[in-house]
């Protein structure tokens, strides 16, 4: 008998029931690890500059990391039905913030997307992401039988996320708007919307963006330049013109970690929006190609979860949380390699800061939890803890 070959044992691998939960685990926590050493590596030049201390910054970061993994592992805990319970709460609270934000919200370069709660300024558009997919699929869930009837698939989802995207727009906020788009063309896309509704969607926001970037001086100058920053070097270019000199300078292995040039002041938002130019520099093709295959890892263990499971809840929402994370690393890498015009969109779980990190982490104890809870995989986790807790007995 020939032995099994490689794609066999994969399949097996991958068929195993507890294979999506430790994928979901494995990735989450090696995405959360780079993010950490990439923070401390990117910002330990800007925290020196501003606060005296190469570690200020990363601190924080750790901080947020202390307080996002027990907000993700309560959220793999919950059930089903108490995060339904929160649903309208949460969608209003995020439009009320929304509002806040966009009446007397703090402007960071030229975005008015931040909120000042004493002496903490929190970022309530990456909040709302979340409660805006928990709220649409608690809305489809409950429509499951219904949703042949266009009204019935556009009524209260689309005007609810549309209010939610105008507040964001009033803010100047045009990157966040995209990703509220791309989800809500996602849940009709899930929930099997025509495709007319998509073509007359996409050409009514593009007009839209395009008009909304007209508006605006500096924001149309980027998408003129973004194929080319090198055209305005000293101006809009220059902040997307680095991230490549940043991404050449890698090669194939990268610089080393810490060994980076563009953080010494001439790449804007290193530690933020910026970072995956950093990891370039530093790990090279090799780890932006690591950091790429993680989040599609991510993105594949999140659609067996939706595929697999026969909640409607669940498929829903996990298939939301999906487009949101992997839509947002598409976006910042296409920025960082002027593929994109530069929209100030952070990495998930990689990028530094608080209002980016906990709702990310809260969103994959979500999907952690939903894939926990598959009857093989509870099951298989049911078996586990026995055998332990006989080994124990029979040690005692």
Not at 342 to 371: H, K, M
Request: overall charge positive.
């Amino acid at each position: 008998m020939r032995r099994p070959g490689w794609t066999s044992a994969l399949k097996d691998a991958l068929d195993r029931p507890l294979t999506t939960y430790y994928l979901l685990l494995g990735a989450t926590a090696l995405l959360l690890t780079i993010g950490v050493i990439m923070v401390l590596s990117a910002s330990s030049v800007y925290s020196y500059q501003q606060t005296g201390d190469s570690y200020t910054v990363v601190r924080r970061q750790v901080m947020w990391v202390l307080l996002g993994v027990p907000c993700a592992f309560l959220a793999s805990r919950v059930s089903t039905r108490w995060v339904r319970g929160l649903t309208y709460p949460a969608f209003s609270l995020s439009l009320l913030l929304l509002a806040l934000t966009a009446k007397v919200g703090v402007e960071v370069n030229g975005n008015k997307n931040w909120l000042a709660l004493g002496p903490l300024q929190i970022q309530p558009s990456e909040i709302a992401k979340l409660s805006l997919i928990i709220w649409a699929s608690h809305i489809y869930a409950n429509k499951e039988r219904r949703l042949g009837n266009l009204h019935q698939m556009l009524v209260p989802v689309v005007p609810g996320m549309v209010l939610a995207t105008g507040l964001v727009v009033i803010g100047r906020d045009l990157g966040t708007a995209l990703v509220f788009f791309a989800l809500l063309v996602s849940m009709l896309w899930v929930v099997g919307a025509p495709g007319k509704l998509f073509a007359l969607a996409f050409s009514g926001v593009s007009v839209l963006a395009l008009g909304l970037a007209a508006t605006d001086g500096e924001r149309l100058a980027r998408i003129y330049n973004f194929a080319d920053p090198f055209k305005d070097y000293h101006g809009t270019g220059w902040q997307p013109a680095h991230g490549l000199y940043a991404m050449a300078s890698g090669g194939v292995f990268g610089e080393g970690i810490g060994a980076s040039q563009q953080k010494w002041g001439q790449l804007p938002e290193a530690h933020t929006d910026f970072i995956f130019a950093v990891l370039g520099e530093e790990l090279g093709l090799v780890g932006t190609l690591l950091v790429i295959a993680l989040f599609l890892v991510l993105a594949y263990a999140g659609i067996r979860v939706a595929r697999e499971t026969k909640e409607p809840f669940v498929r829903y929402c996990s298939f939301g949380i999906v487009v949101w994370l992997l839509g947002q690393m598409i976006i910042n890498v296409g920025m960082v390699l002027a593929l994109l015009p530069v929209i100030g969109i952070p990495l998930p779980l990689v990028s530094y800061g608080g209002s980016s990190l906990l709702p990310t982490l809260a969103a994959l104890g979500l999907v952690i939890g939903f894939a926990r809870r598959e009857p093989a995989a509870a099951r298989a986790l049911k078996q586990r803890r026995r055998a332990r807790s006989a080994g124990l007995s029979a040690r005692g």
